[in-house]
């Protein structure tokens, strides 16, 4: 028997992240792939984490952009709320350690699809805090999609807003940025 969770069938495990598992759901009717981020409402009951959750669903509301992760509704159960977002596919970190490079030239498509979604995000007044190789995506004809903005935080444009924000994945801490160095490097080589 298949699970299910609102109108749609939850199927294998995608992922999972402090609040809980990203599920491949398939709509009941239509049929359609989409990615459904489980919630348990007890791993959410202090308001510092209930705040994050909120936090995250404003901002995918804000974001619409063919680079970025789609939110398409919140389903709220008794046991369970659910983020529904675009199925958009595997990581770009798994990806890269089954094929071990891409081509310079898909590399290049990649990039710069990476970078005009983080300007975007940018224009809006946000940044992400987490961008890592696990937090992109490649969606339909292996486009970039970022994803995982529960980091995201907003800012103000003057020369003296410093943010004061704890951000990013613990274990890549203060590695993070040559790290991410490191990875972009292995896609061109």
């Known amino acids: 028997?298949?699970?299910?969770?609102?109108?749609?069938?939850?199927?294998?495990?995608?992922g999972e992240d402090e609040f809980g598992k990203v599920k491949l759901g398939l709509h009941c009717q239509w049929g359609e792939e989409v990615a459904v981020?489980?919630?348990?409402?007890?791993?959410?009951?202090?308001?510092?984490?209930?705040?994050?959750?909120?936090?995250?669903?404003?901002?995918?509301?804000t974001l619409k952009h063919s680079?970025?992760?789609?939110?398409y509704d919140v389903i709220e159960m008794d046991k369970y709320f659910g983020i529904i977002l675009k199925y958009a596919g595997k990581e770009l970190f798994d990806h890269i350690l089954v094929h071990c490079y891409l081509?310079?030239?898909?590399?290049?498509?990649l990039f710069s699809q990476l970078i005009l979604g983080v300007w975007y995000i940018y224009q809006k007044k946000i940044i992400h805090h987490d961008l890592k190789l696990e937090n992109?995506?490649?969606g339909h004809?292996?486009?970039?999609i970022i994803t995982d903005l529960r980091f995201a935080n907003q800012f103000k444009h003057r020369a003296d807003d410093i943010m004061q924000t704890s951000c990013g994945s613990p274990c890549y801490g203060c590695s993070q940025a040559r790290y991410f160095g490191r990875a972009l490097c292995r896609l061109c080589s």
């Open 1 to 14: 028997m298949i699970p299910k969770f609102g109108p749609y069938l939850l199927l294998q495990t995608l």
């Open 37 to 61: 981020k489980l919630i348990h409402w007890g791993s959410i009951y202090l308001s510092l984490r209930m705040s994050k959750v909120k936090w995250e669903i404003e901002v995918l509301r």
């Open 67 to 71: 680079n970025i992760i789609c939110l």
């Open 103 to 109: 081509k310079e030239k898909n590399t290049a498509k």
């Open 136 to 138: 992109l995506l490649l």
């Open 141 to 144: 004809h292996r486009n970039i």
